[in-house]
C-alpha cells in the first residue's frame, strides 16, 4: 500500500542521520579536507546540473514545441522567473528564514552565524532544486509509489555527512526546508490527480539543471550566484511550454 508523504518523511530522516554523522565527524577533519570535500560536491553539483539542462534536447520537449524552441523556453525562464524572484527577494527572505532557524536552534557567535546560513541555504537549494524533487514529490502524492523519492533520500543522506563536515548544523536545518518543499508538492500531487505532460516536465528538468549549474559555481567559490531568487523559473518553465504550443495550434 502506498502512503503519500513517506518519501518526503524517508528523505528528511536521510538528512538528519546524515548531518549528523558530518557534525560528528566535522569536528575530527581538517578544514583542508572540509574545502577539498566541499569542492568535489561542486562539482559532482555540476555534473548532475549538466546532465539535467541536457534534457533541453529532449525530443519529447523538441516534438511538442519546435526543434528552436526549447533553448529560448530554458533562456527565458531564468531571465522571467530571476527578474519576478530578485523582487521578491526570495534569496534574502531563504536566508532570514535560516537566520530565524538559527536563532532557536544554536547560541553562536557572528562567524557560526554566517556558517549556518550558508549551510541552510546551499543544502536547501542542492536538496530542494533538482528532477527528482518535483517528479518523485507528485509521483508520491498520486500515490503511485516513493521509489524516485527513496531514490533521492538515499543521495541526499550521504551528501549531508559531506556538507554537514563542511558547513556544520545549517545543513541539518535544510530539513525543514526539504519537508515544506516535497509536502507542498506531494500535496499538489494528491490534489490534481495527475502529473505534468511530458514536456513540460523535460522543460523544468533542463532548467532545474541550470540552477543545479549555479549552485555548484557556489559552492566552488566561483561566483555567488542568487539561485534562491532563480527559483520562480521552475513555474515558468512549463508555463512558456504549454504558451508556446498554444501558440503553434493558433498558428497551424
Known amino acids: 500500500m502506498n502512503w503519500p508523504g513517506l518519501g518526503t518523511a524517508v528523505n528528511v530522516a536521510t538528512i538528519l542521520a546524515g548531518s549528523a554523522i558530518g557534525l560528528l565527524l566535522g569536528h575530527r577533519l581538517?578544514?583542508?579536507?572540509?574545502?577539498?570535500?566541499?569542492?568535489?560536491?561542486?562539482?559532482?553539483?555540476?555534473?548532475?546540473?549538466?546532465?539535467?539542462?541536457?534534457?533541453?534536447?529532449?525530443?519529447?520537449?523538441?516534438?511538442?514545441?519546435?526543434?528552436?524552441?526549447?533553448?529560448?523556453?530554458?533562456l527565458g525562464s531564468p531571465l522571467i522567473g530571476g527578474i519576478v524572484g530578485s523582487l521578491v527577494d526570495i534569496e534574502a527572505r531563504l536566508?532570514?528564514?535560516?537566520?530565524?532557524?538559527?536563532?532557536?536552534?544554536?547560541?553562536s557567535g557572528s562567524g557560526e552565524h554566517e556558517r549556518f546560513i550558508e549551510g541552510f541555504v546551499t543544502a536547501s537549494l542542492v536538496f530542494c532544486v533538482g528532477p527528482l524533487t518535483i517528479l518523485g514529490s507528485l509521483s508520491d502524492g498520486l500515490g503511485l509509489g516513493a521509489d524516485q523519492l527513496l531514490l533521492k533520500s538515499?543521495?541526499?543522506?550521504?551528501?549531508a555527512v559531506a556538507f554537514a563536515?563542511?558547513?556544520?548544523?545549517?545543513?541539518?536545518?535544510?530539513?525543514?526546508?526539504?519537508?515544506?518543499?516535497?509536502?507542498?508538492?506531494?500535496?499538489?500531487?494528491?490534489?490534481?490527480?495527475?502529473?505534468?505532460?511530458?514536456?513540460?516536465?523535460?522543460?523544468?528538468?533542463?532548467?532545474?539543471?541550470?540552477?543545479?549549474?549555479?549552485?555548484?559555481?557556489?559552492?566552488?567559490?566561483?561566483?555567488?550566484?542568487?539561485?534562491?531568487?532563480?527559483?520562480?523559473?521552475?513555474?515558468?518553465a512549463p508555463l512558456l511550454v504549454g504558451l508556446v504550443m498554444l501558440l503553434g495550434r493558433g498558428v497551424s
Do not use: Y
Open 165 to 236: 563536515a563542511s558547513l556544520g548544523a545549517g545543513v541539518m536545518a535544510s530539513a525543514v526546508a526539504v519537508a515544506v518543499v516535497q509536502g507542498a508538492l506531494t500535496l499538489v500531487g494528491f490534489l490534481v490527480g495527475d502529473v505534468l505532460p511530458g514536456p513540460h516536465l523535460d522543460a523544468i528538468t533542463a532548467t532545474g539543471g541550470l540552477l543545479l549549474l549555479g549552485v555548484g559555481l557556489r559552492l566552488l567559490r566561483i561566483k555567488l550566484v542568487p539561485v534562491g531568487n532563480l527559483l520562480p523559473a521552475l513555474v515558468v
Open 95 to 107: 536566508e532570514s528564514f535560516g537566520d530565524w532557524l538559527r536563532q532557536r536552534l544554536t547560541r
Open 30 to 74: 581538517p578544514q583542508r579536507t572540509r574545502d577539498t570535500v566541499t569542492d568535489a560536491l561542486g562539482l559532482v553539483t555540476l555534473l548532475i546540473g549538466g546532465l539535467s539542462a541536457a534534457v533541453v534536447t529532449s525530443p519529447r520537449l523538441a516534438g511538442a514545441v519546435g526543434s528552436s524552441a526549447p533553448v529560448l523556453i530554458v
Open 154 to 159: 538515499a543521495l541526499d543522506g550521504f551528501a
